[in-house]
């Protein structure tokens, strides 16, 4: 039979059945499998094996799950064919002939220390062992922790020694890279941070290395209570010398690279900057911006083209900015710019697409239309950057793409303007989005995004609660936004907005797998949509799915490199569900520096620290809760929490009652 292929390094990936095969395997059978393989084929006890993994059952208990769960196990590996598991009378073992196991390839590439086998050995490391993974099982917690630490050794050792070949052979790229990851692991190697300063200044950057030394200086202080070594100090001089040796004029080269942002996708990838509004009426930039928007909204819908969100590009607008610039910051080869005039009837756009790595145009072109006429040239514009990209649609994406919304340009003009007012987050902004968004439908009543747009807002008021005092209420302006979302599906079976809305109503109401199904939709038929990614990741986390949740939400601050403040609060949830919780402390810290009134970054800091036992550090953040809403009670917040699991939603509620928040 085809061998078992056991990931245990960055996660736990179990291949060489059936994905419906997979999927019947429950999550402590998986974990038995991933610590069986580890044994390399030495049979285990029943008992040790009952007692590792429900420790806290009765013995006869835990031997009955055992039983069970061995009973799983075989039914999935070995099947018809020869036996991956073995039992033999009270001995239980996986064989090692029949498994593919990359904790075993990493020993072994270890211990051979060739180059090419540490470069090999380097990617094979991608993560700690079952990084993510956890039983709440302390004796089989403990057994796991001892194994990560002992891989995390390994994994160090051979990242030195590769350190030390590429620093001999002058490959000061992967001494970066490689130096990096080693100091991620294992902060405290002074030998790393050496070698990544002086990799640093032969690249002519010479700010990081000096920045590399204060890093180094400070963990040593606050970890171990000492100063740098002489040789370290030493070097840290040499390079100021450097540094002040570069001639007076001449552009630093660390300050191009250090304000790089994303590496370049293998695919095509495009910006679209702000269009310009050349009106002469600053009051109708909208109009520039919407065209802007409607054009990176189509163009992400396809799933071969990176697509940067309007929220980072969005920050572009108003400066003068050289292209190779966005090309840095955002990651992207392609930038595409234009201009907007209007003027009664009539509208005149210029746009033109740049290969921002060289400063060559690819295609530009001018268009004067009368105004009813912008949404083709919306169009226009956005299959000519698919065609200069080379970009191949997809037979069905044709239709999906090009759909119609509206051909009322006050009717698009009033969506606009009530999401912007509905963004400002204020009674007024809310009192305004409404009426701009059932004007909308009055002057379109087939326009879908009208629709979405007033769904999202009767979802708004449900989430803020300004206009209901009971449940009952809150349901009725909850199904108005349901209502809303499928209308705009009826009129446009293609609106991914409408299907993350759905998504959003199905989690309030605490219905997790149809808040899952309509969150994939959205993304299935837009990719490239930075905020439903978002928004996707937000409902997995409260669907018992963190893991999925951080590779969504990362995906989505790729698209969006200036990302707004809650994917941050996003992106710590995960890491606090899975048991990453300094990871989760400096997001909601990163998300509170953006946005200091977000009451929710503020009460996720207090539960993560509360847990940690950090009660001291725990005092902003409490005070601050209590100056955003003075009868805050943990009762009332979590009332509000739609988690599927209501361990996970006792563990959150136990973090902010150590934190010292009222009950």
Known sequence: MDKLAIRLLGGLEITGIRQAEATVLSRKAKALVAYLALQRGRPQSREKLAALFWQNSPEQKARTNLRQTLSSIRKVLNGDKAACLVTDGDQVSLTEQTTDLDVTLLEHLVAEATPEGLKRAAALYKGDLLDGFSLKEESFEDWVRVERERLRHLASDALTKLIAHCDEVGDTERCVETATRLLTLDPLREAAHRILMRAFAAQGRHASALKQFETC???????????????????????????????????????????????????????????????????????????????????????????????????????????KQVSREQGVRYVLEGSVRKAGKRVRVTAQLIDATTGHHLWAERYDRDLEDIFAVQDEITREVVVALDVRLREGEQARIWSDGTKNVEAWECVRLGMAALNRITPEGRIEAERLHKRAIDLDPNYPMGWAALGWFYFHDADIGTRYNT????????????????????????????????????????????????????????????????????????????????????????????????????????CRLLGRNESAVSAFEEGIRRNADDLGLHVGLASTLGELGRQGDAKMPLSEILRLDPNFSIKKYAAGLSYRDPEELERFEIGLRKAGLPA
Request: charged share 25%; hydrophobic share 40%; glycine share 4%.
């Open 217 to 323: 200086r400070d963990i040593l202080k606050r970890e171990l209570g000492v100063e740098p070594e002489p040789k370290t100090l030493a070097l840290y001089r040499n390079i100021r010398k450097q540094r002040a040796l570069v001639p007076e004029g001449e552009t630093d080269t660390a300050m191009k690279l250090e304000a790089a942002g994303p590496p370049l996708p293998d695919g095509p990838s495009v910006a679209v900057l702000p269009f310009e509004n050349k009106s002469g009426d600053p009051d109708q930039s909208y109009f520039a911006d919407g065209l802007s928007e409607n054009i990176i909204t189509t163009l992400s819908k396809i799933p071969s083209l990176l697509v940067v969100a309007h929220n980072s590009t969005f920050t572009y607008k108003g400066r003068a900015v050289d292209v």
């Open 471 to 574: 449940a009952a209420e809150r349901e009725t302006i909850l199904q108005s936004a349901q209502n809303c979302a499928r209308k705009a599906l009826e009129l446009d079976p293609a609106c991914a907005d409408a299907y993350a809305l759905l998504g959003l109503c199905s989690l309030s109401r605490e219905k997790h797998d149809e808040a899952i199904t309509m969150s994939e939709k959205a993304i299935a038929l837009a990719p490239n949509h930075a905020e439903n990614l978002a928004i996707a990741a937000a409902i997995l986390n409260k669907s018992g799915q963190p893991e999925r949740s951080f590779e969504l939400i990362k995906s989505a601050m790729r698209l969006c490199p200036i990302y707004p403040g809650w994917y941050l609060h996003v992106l710590a949830t995960a």
